[in-house]
C-alpha cells in the first residue's frame, strides 16, 4: 500500500483542545450586542381550529419588541422536498400536533418574551385526533392536511424482477412483521439560532445545523430575500444525526423577528421542544415475506411499510423509499418488491436519523434471515456469506458496488468474535448474533432538483507562504469532517497538517450540500483534494519557472519541496525571504527548500494563490420513479457480531462484547472512523433497548427529558472491537467512502439476533426494554 | 422567576420562614430544580426557594454513644466514601451507588432523598432497614420520628410548615452478616427504579436465618416492608423452595402500578424475584 505522510493515520481532531477545555463555542454559547430573545408560542393541543389569536396582551408588555404570527410571517410554504411542501411559518387555520407553531415574541430577555407568549389567547375549535397511522388512513377519517383526503402523505410502489413468480420457486418462504417505536434523535446540544438583519440587507444567520446551504435556500425563500443576501453559518454543532439537516421553525422566525426590529434575535429550543419538532426516525411497520431456496440462497423479498409520518412531510418522501430501496444490497437478490406508505398523524413530524429510512427494515430483516438460517439449519454467518455480494455487483434496483468489502468484514468478525468457538455452545441465558448492512456514501442528488455543485472548496495562501487557508462549507457537527478535510489539504498540496487553518460551516465560503447521508468526506473530500492538488501545482509551476526545473522533477513532503534530481541552488530564494522576514521568528532554515519560500515565490508571480475543487456525482444509473433515492457513488458496509447476557429473573439484557467491521473503502482518520463506529453501535443500543417517545392519549410527548428518554450511558455500552476494512473506493477520494451511518445498520438485529440465542425468543417489536423480554419470556413459560 | 436565599446557618432559615409565606425548601435540587424547570413559565414558580446545602451544621457525618449522625445535606457522594458510613452500615453505600450518575450523587443529598419520598428513593428501602430516625427542626425545637412514620405517601412527607429535616440517625450496633441491594432499572445508570429490594440478614453458621430484614422500592406508594415474609423465613435456610413459600406472602405485601417506565405485573413478578435471588446467599454466610 502507498505510504501516506498525512492520511490514514491517527492525528488528533484539529479541534480536540477546544473540546477537551470546554474552549469551543456553540450557538447559545454566543451573543451579540443589543440581542433580542425570542420565545414561541405552540399549540396545546395535538388538532385543532384556530378560531381567534389575541396577542394584544403580550404586545403591551414591557420589554417585548415584536409579537408575530402568520398575519406577519406570511404564508410561504416550505418544507424539505419540493414535491412536499406543506409547512408555513406559522400556522394559520389550524394546529397539527402540540407545539405546532402559532406566535412568537421578541423580548429584551428570555423571561420576558415567555411571559409575554403566556398574555397571548388564541380561542380553539378541537378536530378529532389521529394518532395512529392506521386509523389515519381508514376512510372517512379527517384530513390533517386538505389537500391529502385519505392522510396519505406519499406512498411508494417498485418492483424489480417478478417478485409472486420468483415466490413459486421458492423451496421455503417466510412472512414476519416488525414495529419499532418514533425515536428522539437525542443529540446533545438542542436547536439554537441568532438572527442579524443589517442596515444593508443582509441577513446573517448561526445557527446549530447540519446543512448551511439548504438552511440559506430556505429561509431566502420563505421570507423573500435574495438568497446572495442570506448567509447562514454554523459555530460548533453538537450532533445533529439528522433532524438538524433542513431548516427549523427557530431558523425562519428569528429571522423573521430580526428583519422586523432591526436587531439581533437568538432563539434556543428546550429539550422538550427538540422532542416536538423531532424530526427523527419514524415508526415503522413492516412485514416481509422472504423466499430462498434449500441452500439459502435468497430469491425475492415482498416489503410492505407503513409508516406514522407525523403532521408534516420533512424529509419524509426520502424516508419512504429508503424504507424499501435499502434491503437491495448487502445480499445478490434478484428480485424485490416494495410498497411504502407515509400517512399523516397528529403527532410531531417525523425525518432523517441516521441511517435514515433503512435501520428498521434492515432490523426486521436480518432477523428474519436468521430465522431462515436455523430453518434451514444453516450458520446464519455462513447463509451471509453465502449470498453476499461482491464488488463490481449491481443490485436489483440499479446500486452499483463499485467497491464492497463485504466479505472481508463478515470474516473479520467471525474471527475477531471468536463466532466458531461461540455460536451454540453458550449456555442458557447468554447469546451471541450477527449482522450486516450497507449505506449511501452521499446521496446522488440534492434534496431539490438542481445541476449544483454538491461540494466547492477553496484553499488559499497567506502572503508569507505559511498558512494554508482551507474554506468549505461542508458541516462539522463533531463528526470530525473539519478533521479530515484539514488533513486531505495537507495530504493533497504536502503541507504538515499543522499549517493548514480550516474555516467551514458558511454559505459565504462555497457550496456544501451538508453533513447528512454522509456524504462529505467523499464529496466534500474531493472538492478538497482538488483544490489542494490545483495549489500544489500552481506552487510548482511558478517554482520550475523561476528555478527553471521541471515540474515533474520536484514533489512537496511535509512541507519541504523535493527536487528529485539532487541539489539545486535556491539561496536567492532564501536570502530574500529572509531579508523580507527580518525580525520575525519563523525564518526558514535547513538545507531544504521550504513550502512557504516556494508560496512566497508563487505570491510575487500571482497575488492571489487560491486552488479551486467542486464536486458532482456522474450519471449514477437508475431511471425507473425513485432511482435517486439510494444510488450513491460508492456503498459502505459493515458486520457486526453482538454477545449478550440475559437475566432471566429480570429480562435485564447487558451487551457484553461488540465486534464490528466497516468497509469504508480508505481511512483518512484511523480514530474518526472508530469513532464513528462506536457512535452508530451505541446509538443502536439505544434503539434496541431502551429509547420510545411516548404519548398520552391527547398526543402529548409524556417523556421528552433524557431522565425518561433513555439513550445508552457510557456503563451500558461495552466496549468495542472496531476493525476497520479499506477496499480502495474507485469513486472516492484516496478510496475513502462513509462510515458516518452505515454502522448503525446491523446493530439493532445482531442485538435481536443475539437476545434469540441467549433466551429463543424472537422479539419483533423495539424498543426490547426488560419488561418486554422478561414479559415474552414467562409467556413462553406458560405455553 | 423566584429569588434563591442561601442561608448559612438555622437561625437565618428561621428568619427567611418568617419573613415568606412561600417557600421551597431543598438541597440540592437535583429534583426540584428539574421540576421547576420543566414548566418553564415563568410566574407558577414559588416566590422564595430556600437552599439549605450551605449550613455547616447540615453538612457533617458524626458519631455520638454508638449512633451516627448524618446531617441532612450531606451527599450521596460523600456518604459512599464515608467509612463510618462504609464499615456500619454497607447496605446504604450498595443503594447510593446505584442512584442517578456521579453528577447527581455529587449534588444530591440523603435529606432530599427521605423528603421528596419517592418510593423509588434508592436510599429509602436501606434506610427503612436501618431504622433510620429523623431529627426535625423548627424555631420551636426538635423532634424525633422514625423514618417509616415519616413518609406518608408518595411525594407526601410528614413536615410540617416552618419544619425542615436536618439529620438522620442509625444505630451502630446490628450484627447482620448480608448487606444486599438490588435496583432493576432501565438502565446502568441515570435510570429511576423500576423494582428495587435491600436486605440485612444473618445467618447462622449452618446457614440458618436467624434475623432478616426486607424492604422494596417501586412496589408501593412507600417502600414496602413485610413481617410475614421475614417471619416465614425465621429458622430456615435461604434455598429457593424455602424463599418461593415466601411469595403469596409478599404478593399481598406490594401494590405495585402501570405507569410511565413499567406495568405493575412486571414489578409484582420482579420484585419476588428479587426475593428468591436471595437463595445466592444460601451457604454464603458473609457479603
Known amino acids: 500500500m502507498k505510504e501516506y505522510a498525512i492520511i490514514n493515520s491517527r492525528l488528533p481532531k484539529v479541534d480536540a483542545w477546544a473540546k477537551v477545555t470546554g474552549d469551543a463555542r456553540y450557538t447559545d454559547d454566543l451573543t451579540m450586542p443589543n440581542m433580542l430573545y425570542g420565545a414561541l408560542l405552540q399549540s396545546p393541543l395535538a388538532h385543532a381550529k384556530i378560531k381567534r389569536i389575541d396577542t394584544s396582551k403580550a404586545e403591551k408588555l414591557p420589554g417585548v419588541k415584536d409579537v408575530v404570527t402568520a398575519k406577519e410571517a406570511g404564508l410561504v410554504k416550505y418544507g424539505v422536498s419540493p414535491a412536499r411542501y406543506d409547512e408555513t411559518i406559522f400556522c394559520d387555520q389550524k394546529v397539527r400536533y402540540i407545539g405546532d407553531e402559532i406566535a412568537a415574541v421578541a423580548a429584551v430577555d428570555l423571561e420576558t418574551a415567555l411571559e409575554a407568549v403566556s398574555l397571548i389567547e388564541v380561542e380553539y375549535e378541537e378536530l378529532p385526533l389521529l394518532l395512529d397511522p392506521f386509523e389515519a388512513r381508514k376512510e372517512g377519517a379527517i384530513a390533517i392536511h386538505d389537500d391529502f383526503p385519505n392522510n396519505i402523505c406519499a406512498e411508494v410502489h417498485q418492483e424489480f424482477g417478478n417478485v409472486e413468480e420468483a415466490l413459486k420457486t421458492c423451496d421455503y418462504i417466510r412472512t414476519d412483521k416488525f414495529v419499532n417505536k418514533k425515536q428522539d434523535g437525542a443529540f446533545l446540544e438542542p436547536q439554537s439560532c441568532i438572527a442579524t438583519y443589517d442596515l444593508n440587507g443582509n441577513l446573517t444567520l448561526t445557527s446549530s445545523t447540519q446543512t448551511v446551504h439548504y438552511v440559506q435556500r430556505t429561509v431566502a425563500m420563505v421570507l423573500g430575500l435574495p438568497i446572495g443576501k442570506v448567509r447562514v453559518t454554523k459555530p460548533c454543532v453538537g450532533g445533529g444525526f439528522g433532524p438538524k439537516a433542513s431548516a427549523n421553525t427557530i431558523e425562519l422566525v428569528a429571522s423573521l423577528l430580526s428583519m422586523r426590529t432591526g436587531r439581533p434575535v437568538k432563539m434556543t429550543f428546550t429539550r422538550e421542544q427538540v422532542f416536538q419538532h423531532s424530526r427523527a426516525r419514524h415508526q415503522f411497520f413492516h412485514e416481509l415475506t422472504t423466499g430462498v431456496m434449500k441452500d439459502g440462497t435468497l430469491i425475492a423479498l415482498k416489503n410492505v411499510c407503513h409508516m406514522d409520518g407525523g403532521a408534516y412531510s420533512s424529509f419524509g418522501i426520502a424516508t419512504v423509499y429508503y424504507g424499501g430501496s435499502l434491503l437491495g444490497a448487502p445480499y445478490k437478490l434478484p428480485n424485490m418488491k416494495y410498497d411504502g406508505y407515509r400517512m399523516y398523524t397528529n403527532k410531531p413530524a417525523n425525518g432523517a436519523q441516521r441511517g435514515h429510512g433503512g435501520v428498521i427494515a434492515r432490523a426486521a430483516w436480518e432477523q428474519q434471515l436468521d430465522v431462515i438460517a436455523e430453518e434451514l439449519g444453516m450458520d446464519p454467518l455462513e447463509l451471509r456469506l453465502k449470498n453476499m455480494m461482491k464488488k463490481g455487483d449491481v443490485t436489483c434496483n440499479d446500486f452499483n458496488m463499485s467497491s464492497f468489502g463485504m466479505e472481508e468484514c463478515l470474516e473479520a468478525i467471525r474471527d475477531g468474535s471468536g463466532w466458531k468457538e461461540k455460536k451454540g455452545k453458550l449456555p442458557k441465558g447468554k447469546g451471541i448474533g450477527v449482522a450486516c448492512g450497507f449505506f449511501v456514501s452521499g446521496a446522488g442528488f440534492p434534496i431539490y432538483r438542481s445541476e449544483t455543485f454538491h461540494s466547492t472548496a477553496m484553499i488559499k495562501l497567506s502572503e508569507d507562504g505559511g498558512t494554508i487557508n482551507l474554506y468549505t462549507a461542508a458541516a462539522d457537527i463533531g463528526q470530525g469532517s473539519d478533521t479530515v478535510l484539514t488533513m486531505m489539504a495537507a495530504e493533497a498540496i504536502g503541507v504538515r497538517y499543522e499549517d493548514v487553518r480550516v474555516s467551514s460551516g458558511d454559505t459565504d465560503f462555497g457550496v456544501d450540500l451538508g453533513a447528512y447521508s454522509s456524504r462529505q468526506t467523499l464529496m466534500s473530500g474531493h472538492a478538497v483534494k482538488q483544490a489542494g492538488e490545483d495549489v500544489r501545482n500552481q506552487v510548482l509551476e511558478v517554482l520550475s519557472r523561476n528555478l527553471k526545473i521541471p515540474v515533474e522533477d520536484m514533489d512537496i513532503k511535509q512541507g519541504l519541496i523535493i527536487f528529485k534530481k539532487g541539489k539545486v541552488d535556491f539561496s536567492g530564494l532564501r536570502s530574500q525571504y529572509i531579508k523580507e522576514h527580518r525580525g520575525w521568528v519563523d525564518a526558514p532554515s535547513g538545507d531544504e527548500l521550504t513550502f512557504k519560500e516556494a508560496a512566497r515565490v508563487a505570491y510575487f508571480e500571482k497575488g492571489v494563490v487560491v486552488g479551486r475543487g467542486s464536486y458532482k456525482p456522474g450519471d449514477l444509473g437508475g431511471k425507473y420513479k425513485g432511482a435517486a433515492v439510494g444510488t450513491s457513488p460508492a456503498y459502505g458496509c459493515s458486520a457486526q457480531v453482538v454477545e449478550v447476557s440475559v437475566d432471566m429473573d429480570t429480562g435485564k439484557i447487558t451487551i457484553d462484547n461488540m465486534t464490528d467491521a466497516h468497509d469504508c473503502g480508505f481511512a483518512i482518520n484511523r480514530t474518526n472512523v472508530e469513532g464513528q463506529m462506536q457512535g452508530s453501535l451505541s446509538m443502536g443500543v439505544g434503539e434496541a433497548l431502551y429509547e420510545e417517545i411516548k404519548f398520552d392519549a391527547k398526543g402529548r410527548v409524556v417523556n421528552p427529558t433524557f431522565g425518561e428518554y433513555r439513550i445508552p450511558t457510557a456503563l451500558d455500552m461495552p466496549n468495542v472491537n472496531a476493525i476497520i476494512i479499506e477496499s480502495n473506493e474507485p469513486n472516492g477520494p484516496w478510496g475513502a467512502k462513509e462510515v458516518g451511518e452505515g454502522a448503525i445498520m446491523p446493530t439493532i438485529p445482531a442485538i435481536l439476533n443475539a437476545i434469540y440465542d441467549a433466551t429463543g425468543i424472537r422479539v419483533r417489536e423495539l424498543p426490547v426494554t426488560s419488561e418486554r423480554l422478561f414479559m415474552a419470556m414467562k409467556e413462553k413459560n406458560k405455553k | ?287
Open chain 2, 1 to 287: 422567576m423566584s429569588d434563591v436565599l442561601l442561608p448559612k446557618n438555622l437561625h437565618e432559615v428561621w428568619k427567611i420562614f418568617d419573613k415568606s409565606s412561600e417557600t421551597l425548601v431543598y438541597a440540592g435540587g437535583t429534583d426540584l430544580l428539574v421540576k421547576l424547570a420543566s414548566s418553564r413559565v415563568p410566574h407558577s414558580t414559588p416566590n422564595v426557594l430556600v437552599c439549605l446545602e450551605n449550613i455547616e451544621e447540615l453538612r457533617n457525618i458524626r458519631e455520638t454513644d454508638g449512633r451516627v449522625r448524618i446531617g441532612a445535606c450531606v451527599t450521596h457522594s460523600r456518604l459512599l466514601s464515608h467509612p463510618l458510613i462504609r464499615d456500619n452500615f454497607p447496605v446504604l453505600p450498595k443503594a447510593l451507588r446505584l442512584l442517578g450518575s456521579p453528577p447527581v450523587r455529587n449534588m444530591g443529598t440523603l435529606g432530599g432523598n427521605i423528603c421528596t419520598a419517592s418510593p423509588a428513593g434508592d436510599a429509602l428501602p436501606a434506610l427503612y432497614l436501618l431504622d433510620a430516625e429523623l431529627e426535625i427542626s423548627s424555631q420551636k425545637g426538635s423532634r424525633f420520628i422514625p423514618i417509616g412514620q415519616f413518609i406518608k405517601g408518595p411525594g407526601y412527607a410528614e413536615l410540617q410548615s416552618g419544619e425542615i429535616l436536618i439529620a438522620i440517625w442509625l444505630d451502630k450496633n446490628n450484627d447482620y452478616t448480608i448487606h444486599h441491594f438490588e435496583k432493576v432499572g432501565q438502565r446502568n445508570a441515570l435510570a429511576i427504579s423500576i423494582a428495587s429490594m435491600a436486605a440485612l440478614i444473618k445467618l447462622s453458621s449452618e446457614g440458618i436465618v436467624e434475623k432478616i430484614r426486607l424492604a422494596w422500592g417501586s412496589v408501593a406508594p412507600t417502600i414496602a416492608l413485610s413481617s410475614e415474609v421475614e417471619t416465614v423465613l425465621i429458622g430456615k435456610p435461604l434455598s429457593q423452595v424455602v424463599l418461593n413459600e415466601a411469595r403469596p406472602l409478599l404478593n399481598q405485601a406490594i401494590s405495585p402500578i402501570d405507569d410511565i417506565r413499567a406495568k405493575a405485573e412486571y414489578r409484582r413478578t420482579v420484585a419476588a424475584n428479587l426475593l428468591i435471588r436471595l437463595s445466592r446467599y444460601n451457604g454464603h454466610d458473609k457479603v
